[in-house]
């Protein structure tokens, strides 16, 4: 028993040694972090305080170094750049083609069902149509000379303007409206 808590006492002492110098670790790169960025700040400013006292700007200076580097504007280097960069995506698209069709040489095609869909619709709505313009309405009997005249001359229908006959002088007498019985005669 005094061999295991002599190991668990060793195996925590160990464990705080590691946990304490982690963080002695994380501490010093902050540290470090810290004075590298306060640093390179001051270097940036002497460099700047130096090329403007020879009569140079960053700008001039990134010219510059680019043209003695390879012989060309930074212009001409961005230029050349993006005319690369859209030959290597034509390249790699053409080549994935390629690998592709060595990989599956027949890739299946999707049917497209959906022209077909359309077609049918299409179909069924001239279908509905031709059936609505083709139906007749019904043809109601006429109503014969000896009906009563309730089922013409009902209240709230208009009647049928007529011309006045040609012996009279235009005026016409009042039309009555009879009112509706309440047993309509049945055929």
Do not use: C, F
Not at 146 to 154: G, K
């Amino acid at each position: 028993m005094d061999e295991v808590k002599a190991m668990a006492r060793a195996g925590e002492s160990v464990g705080k040694a590691v946990g304490t110098g982690i963080k002695q670790a994380r501490h010093g790169a902050k540290r470090a972090g810290e004075t590298g960025a306060v640093l390179s700040k001051q270097a940036a400013a002497r460099a700047e305080q130096e090329l403007a006292n020879r009569g140079y700007s960053a700008e001039e200076l990134q010219e510059l170094i680019a043209q003695r580097a390879t012989g060309k504007s930074r212009k001409e280097l961005a230029k050349q750049a993006k005319q690369a960069r859209k030959e290597w995506e034509k390249r790699t698209t053409e080549s994935r083609k390629r690998l592709a069709a060595k990989i599956d040489p027949t890739p299946a095609k999707k049917r497209r069902r959906w022209p077909w869909l359309l077609l049918v619709l299409m179909l069924l709505g001239a279908a509905a149509a031709a059936v609505a313009l083709t139906r007749r309405p019904e043809e109601l009997p006429l109503a014969a000379a000896d009906d009563e005249p309730w089922d013409s001359h009902t209240p709230g229908t208009s009647q049928p303007r007529h011309r006045a006959p040609a012996e009279t002088d235009g005026h016409q007498e009042p039309h009555k409206v009879e009112t509706p019985r309440s047993n309509p005669p049945t055929t």
